[in-house]
Every structure is written in C-alpha cells, then in structure tokens.
DNA sequence: AAACTAGTACGATAGACCTCGTACTACGGC
DNA sequence: GCCGTAGTACGAGGTCTATCGTACTAGTTT
C-alpha cells in the first residue's frame, strides 16, 4: 500500500525480517528456560562456543555430533528459551548469544554458568 | 572382620548410616545436573528458601502444591544431582544446600541462579 | 501396644524431550 | 535454469519427567 511519490525502502533494513524467526522479548525471557536451555550437553557448549567466539556464527560450523534435524532442534530450544538470537544471512542462518538482553535480566549468571562449564570441562580433560 | 580385640564402633557414629542416603560425591556432581535440577519451578523454590534459611531444613516445612510423593520425587533429584544433603532424623528427612561443594566446584554459579530466582520473584510479583 | 506423623515404594499415566530419516524450501553460484 | 549448500518441517521411536494414588515403613507419642 505505498503511494507513488513515497522512496523504495532501503535496501539494508527490509531484508532483515523477510524471514524473520520469532524471539522472545527481554520481559518474556524465564530463567527456568534459561536453565533448561543450558542443562543439555549439546546446548551448553553450543552457548560456550558463542561466547567464546564473541560474534554471530552459523549453525552449521559447529560440527555437532548429531544429524541436522537434531542441531536445528537444539538451536531453536536457545532461541525460544531466549539465550541466543538467530537471523537469516543468504543460506546460513546466524547465532548470537544475548548478553545485553540475559545480562540486564538476571546479571553475573551467564558469566557464572559459562564459567562453571570450562571448569568443568577443564576437570574431565586434566582429570 | 573384626578381630577379638578391636573396640566396638562409637555409637554416635553408627547411627548415622543407618539410614543412609545415597549422594555423589563432589568429584561426581555435573553442571548439566545442577542446571537441570534447578530448571523445575518448584526445585528452584525449594534452593531458593533452602539458602534463604541457611540451616536444615525439613521436606514437610514446604507446603508444595503437589502430592507427597511428588515431593519426594523433587527432593530427590535435588540430591541426585549434588544439589541438596539429605538426612533422616528421627522421622524427619532434613535438607541442606551443599554449598561447600557447589562453591568449590563452580563458584559464583548458585549465588549467581539465586540472585537471578530473587530479581524473577520479585519482577514477577511487582509487574 | 496403638495411634500418629513423615516420608517411601510402586505402578500408572500423560506429556515433554532427544533423536532420527525423509522430503522439502530458500538462497547462491555456475 | 540447474545444481549445491544450509537449514526446515513433519512424523515416528524411545526415553525421561512430573504427577498422582494407594499401600507401606520407620520413628514418635501416648
């Protein structure tokens, strides 16, 4: 419904929600997902290497030993449990942890829980 | 096996196994336990007023909304996982947080999922 | 010994979860 | 337009989970 004199939207922002993946607002985000997100070993390192990485990484450069109906499974548990951010680039779909938005909810406890995975993963390697 | 010589067992000792509960030890306690452990509402109400006592306290002084078995299906997770102490005394089944043991094994990480339990509480109960 | 209290054990049920394979869609490059 | 790559959708199988009720055990109290 746009009238003839109004511009073509700019190139960079309607591409971003043609494909849009539905995410769970700040307010809507339960730490009993959160914990349920992060108590499978699959997910928990998935969350690890985001955080480690720092930046978006597609689903599939992370090599998990399961089949890919399996990964896409687990990455939407992230996202609908609101941990991780997930949008569309060309063919690969981008994973983004959401330090802004768990920081502000609930403060120290991704840091804690990352923490305490690479201590434990410390302990199973060194032990 | 023992000899005609050796002194009987003290008796506060004895007594207290019992009756003893089986808990992993604190090498055996896995972060995906704890996280799962406390992914159940009702778990993480039962922590949160376990720390909040900071002493034993009783699986009959919770008042949960659900049956008694179902009860002591939680309480037993919760020791399953490394999370809680149990003991009997008398026909009372005591509960502790373990938090020597979570402490040295993932510091920060309960006082990190309790703080965040508080701050959901309490912007649940004022929004 | 009898009654009461606290919790267990067991079996059942319903729902959630992890896994998979197959068939499909969307985008990018040739 | 055609093929390859990335990921989805759907349905199914098997396991795990939360819940319950009923029947039971172990202390405590009277």
Redesign the pocket.
């Known amino acids: 419904m746009r009238g003839p004199y109004e511009v073509e939207p700019a190139v960079t922002v309607p591409a971003a929600d ?2 849009a ?1 539905p995410h769970p607002v700040r307010e809507e985000i339960r730490l009993e997902g959160i914990l ?1 997100a992060l ?5 928990l390192q998935i969350v690890s290497r985001l955080a480690e990485a720092g930046q978006e990484l ?4 992370f090599d998990l ?13 992230l996202r609908e449990a609101g941990v991780v951010r ?1 949008v ?7 994973n983004d942890l959401r330090r802004d938005d768990l920081d502000t909810l609930f403060p120290g406890l991704i840091d804690s829980v990352l923490d305490a995975a690479a201590r434990q993963a410390a302990r199973t390697a060194t032990g």
Chains 1, 2 share one sequence.
Do not use: E, I, N
Not at 58 to 61: A, D, F, L
Not at 65 to 77: D, E, G
Not at 88 to 94: E, N, S, V
């Open positions: 043609s494909r993946l349920h108590s499978d070993p699959l997910r597609s689903c599939s450069c030993p399961v089949s890919k109906s399996t990964t896409t499974h687990h990455f939407r548990v997930q569309y680039r060309g063919t690969a779909k981008m």
